[in-house]
């Protein structure tokens, strides 16, 4: 009789063995069904935009028995921008829906991320990262303003834009001012007066990506790709010669994206993180109220729970956003001072650092979009009125 833990599980996309995970999980009373348990009745799913939010529904749904279709307004998928974050919260999400060997081929785990002082590069802070961390990355939506109709106010420009390039990693590895970098397996965070780098390994850890956030307070529509490259590197003039010798490494294309793409602000790396539990969020509603006589109540649940949720991890990241971008002065050296624990591998229990601190950890990365639909279902369905607390 084969022995249920020493049955090897394929390293490749498959589903053909989560039953072997779910014995395992939860032993042989485990009932659970996957396939043909739910028959939704009525419903054909429209999915407006293939990006990271729309293609996270249709996989959720579709795993719910869901009939789903995506329509997408561009000829063809292509990469924008180059990386994302991939944090716990929606990682389990993607694991769960069987992404694990997909997303370990085509990302990079990070050991930490080093917060570093813009003028000499001196580490001033340091996250250090949970082993299954990892690296991934519309708004201007026909259907975002066909169903705000007169509500409808387009994008806020809170006052940033950021430029995304990319270099080769075995240039960076040629040249001892950059190798360093390359090699340290880590985020490296270069932190300024309203200006921020934030640089890392992805696409396997063949090149490198950076995301250089500053001031900018033209609108969109008249930036001028023609002299990006120049303008960028005016904005970082006298920062750390390490970062300055990774800018002077990039040439040919290079996207300059702001606010009109990015409804999440950066400085806590989890807009593509919140599509992602929109999505999971959205197919558990769906799953417990699957007919049209019961969409009402779906929706009902999934904007109750989200736009809490949304708007609080929204706060985070602008608060972020002031800890990163302090000048120098009293409120950068008290913020350096806080973090100096961390840095010197000493015990600490809060940190300026959200990436760090505790209490922030939990709230962002420890979210189960699946069992916040759940007990709200539950109370629905035992009470006959959604609940009020706010559960983050």
Not at 127 to 141: D, E, I, T, Y
Not at 373 to 385: A, C, Q
Request: proline share 6%.
């Amino acid at each position: 009789m084969a022995d249920l833990h020493s049955i090897p599980l394929p390293s490749y996309p498959a589903g053909s063995h989560n039953f072997l995970k779910r014995l395992r999980r939860d032993g042989p009373s485990s009932n659970a069904v996957v396939n043909g348990d739910l028959k939704p009745e009525g419903l054909d799913i429209a999915i407006v935009g293939a990006g990271v939010g729309g293609l996270a529904a249709a996989i959720a749904l579709k795993r719910e028995g869901f009939k789903v279709t995506v329509y997408e307004n561009a000829p063809a998928l292509s990469e924008i921008g180059a990386g994302i974050q991939v944090p716990p919260n929606s990682a389990r999400l993607l694991h769960s829906w069987g992404l694990e060997a997909s997303l370990s081929k085509h990302s990079v785990k990070p050991k930490g991320l080093l917060w570093r002082r813009w003028q000499d590069g001196r580490e001033i802070g340091h996250a250090r990262l949970n082993p299954q961390f990892s690296k991934w990355f519309g708004l201007r939506s026909v259907a975002r303003r066909a169903l705000l109709g007169n509500k409808y106010t387009g994008p806020v420009s809170c006052g940033l834009a950021a430029y995304r390039a990319t270099v080769k990693r075995e240039e960076m590895e040629a040249d001892p001012d950059t190798a360093w970098v390359a090699e340290s397996n880590s985020l490296n965070l270069w932190v300024g007066d309203n200006t921020h780098a934030m640089t890392y390994c992805i696409a396997g850890g063949r090149l490198f990506n950076m995301v250089l956030t500053h001031p900018e307070t033209k609108s969109p529509e008249t930036w001028d790709q023609t002299n990006a490259l120049s303008e960028m590197k005016a904005v970082y003039a006298g920062w750390d010669p390490s970062l300055r010798k990774l800018l002077d490494m990039v040439s040919g294309r290079l996207a300059l994206l702001g606010d009109a793409a990015h409804a999440m602000l950066p400085n806590m790396a989890l807009g593509a993180a919140m599509a992602v539990e929109d999505a999971a969020t959205l197919a558990a509603c769906l799953k417990a109220y699957p007919r049209k006589e019961t969409l009402r109540t779906a929706l009902d649940i999934y904007e109750k729970l989200r736009i809490p949720r949304t708007r609080a991890i929204q706060e985070a990241s602008v608060l972020h956003g002031y800890t990163l971008h302090y000048p120098d002065g009293p409120l950068q050296e008290a913020r350096d001072a806080a973090m100096k624990p961390e840095v010197e591998g000493e015990h600490f229990i809060e940190s300026p650092n959200q990436w760090s601190d505790p209490a922030t950890q939990l709230f962002c990365y420890d979210y189960d979009p699946i069992s916040e639909v759940d007990r709200e279902v539950r109370h629905l369905k035992s009470n006959g009125s959604p609940t009020h607390e706010n559960h983050g």
